[in-house]
């Protein structure tokens, strides 16, 4: 019923993952660093951890990283995907993010951990709706623009935590 913490962490598991009905959680780095084009997650899973899918880029898997999607099945009750984020619905957080263009839905209220960390996008958009982020996203993200509403809570999060002074850019939607 449960996928424990680490357990496909850095394992060589190529194309499409399907996690079987009747799993009902996913714990932290569960699938780390994974190569899967295509991640599976079944009307079943009732709680998935930040950074389950967490994908930082090591050695030769930095090379062969891939675009990576996530779907869920239109029956499960907790989660769905949508702009290139996985969402928990009970916290409207995003759990994972996957994809070049990561548009946060309005009426998310988190970035939960690891989401953003290493990712490599070409756009993100955080919505004023946002009113937590992780501190540990961001880590390792590079050639990235990010979009924020002025004056917003993610603007004050990127600003703080250096983001601007690290080369690295965010405009405004």
Same mark, same amino acid.
């Given at each position: 019923k449960h996928i424990h913490r680490g357990v496909f962490n850095m394992h060589p598991l190529r @194309? #499409?993952?399907? +996690? &079987? #009905?009747? *799993?009902?959680s996913i714990r932290e780095l569960a699938f780390g660093s994974i190569q899967c084009e295509k991640i599976y997650i079944p009307a079943s899973v009732k709680w998935i951890a930040g950074a389950a899918f967490f994908r930082p880029l090591i050695g030769k898997i930095s090379a062969e990283r891939k675009n990576w999607e996530i779907v869920v099945d239109e029956k499960n009750k907790y989660y769905y995907t949508q702009g290139g984020c996985l969402i928990d619905r009970r916290k409207m957080a995003v759990v994972a993010s996957f994809g070049r263009e990561i548009v946060i839905p309005d009426g998310v209220k988190r970035i939960e951990q690891? *989401?953003?960390?290493?990712?490599?996008?070409? !756009?993100? *958009? +955080? &919505?004023?709706?946002v009113k937590f982020i992780d501190k540990i996203n961001f880590v390792g993200t590079c050639g990235s623009k990010i979009f924020v509403e !002025?004056?917003? =809570?993610?603007? !004050?999060?990127? %600003? %703080?935590?250096? =983001?601007?002074? !690290? @080369?690295?850019? =965010?405009?405004y939607v």
């Open positions: @194309g #499409e993952l399907r +996690i &079987p #009905e009747g *799993v009902e690891g *989401v953003l960390g290493f990712a490599r996008f070409n !756009k993100l *958009v +955080i &919505p004023a709706s !002025k004056d917003s =809570y993610a603007e !004050k999060f990127l %600003k %703080k935590h250096g =983001y601007a002074l !690290k @080369g690295r850019t =965010y405009s």
